[in-house]
């Protein structure tokens, strides 16, 4: 059962344009999330995070955008470039009733490409 | 390099070996927490450590796996007889609590390939 679900494996971007990678969750009791890049051979790094009652938060040419009501959200990176390469994760946590805020739940990841 | 220390980076192991995944956290970090990341596959919650206490093992498969965070020392991981299905790239990560959602930082992993 996979609670946290990164549809799209892959994605090609041109350098300078938009990436939108996006992240579908269905466990309502989430209500942190956060974004991690991987280079191969590395660890994940934190990019950015949000917490369920915001809907944008932003960083730089990173912002990430939750809509609570459809569980989704998506991480916008404007302008992209070639060293944004990387595989991105998707990571959700939950503090509520039962929640443990410590124990990150991941998706698959989409590994994105930025051609120059 | 103050970061999550994690070795050795590539472990081989025989069916029926022990393999110990050892990880130092960041530097004033006291909460350690291991994933496990299958090919193909996000990375999975294991284990919950603080200094010398598990907190929280859920993750863990029940058998042959064992994680500790002694007082003195890096936390180790230690999966003993083990099997193919073990192979798969290890990750420490680490924070300074978990207060107020505390970013977890990961090292670089261990891949363990089981022949």
């Known amino acids: 059962d996979q609670q946290v679900k990164q549809n799209s494996p892959s994605l090609s971007v041109q350098e300078g344009r938009i990436s939108i990678l996006n992240c579908d969750y269905t466990n309502s009791m989430f209500d942190y999330f956060l974004w991690y890049k991987k280079y191969p051979a590395e660890g994940p790094t934190f990019l950015i995070s949000i917490s369920s009652i915001k809907d944008k938060n932003e960083d730089g040419r990173f912002t990430v955008f939750l809509n609570k009501s459809a569980k989704h959200l998506s991480l916008h990176i404007v302008p992209s470039q070639p060293g944004d390469s990387a595989v991105y994760f998707c990571?959700?946590?939950?503090?509520?009733?039962?929640?443990?805020?410590?124990?990150?739940?991941f998706g698959k990841g989409t590994l994105l490409t930025v051609n120059p | 390099n103050a970061g999550v220390m994690q070795n050795p980076r590539h472990l081989v192991r025989r069916r029926g070996q022990e393999a110990r995944l050892r990880c130092s956290p960041m530097k004033g970090h006291s909460h350690v927490y291991w994933y496990r990341q299958l090919p193909e596959e996000g990375l999975k919650f294991m284990v919950y450590?603080?200094?010398?206490?598990?907190?929280?093992e859920s993750g863990m498969p029940k058998e042959r796996f064992s994680a500790e965070f002694p007082k003195e020392g890096p936390s180790i991981l230690r999966i003993q007889q083990v099997v193919r299905g073990d192979s798969a790239a290890y990750f420490c990560?680490?924070?300074?609590?978990?207060?107020?959602?505390?970013?977890?930082?990961f090292g670089a992993g261990t891949r363990l390939s089981v022949l």
């Open positions: 990571a959700a946590s939950a503090e509520g009733s039962g929640g443990s805020n410590y124990k990150l739940t």
């Open positions: 990560a680490s924070s300074p609590g978990t207060a107020a959602r505390n970013i977890q930082y």
């Open positions: 450590l603080q200094k010398e206490n598990i907190i929280d």
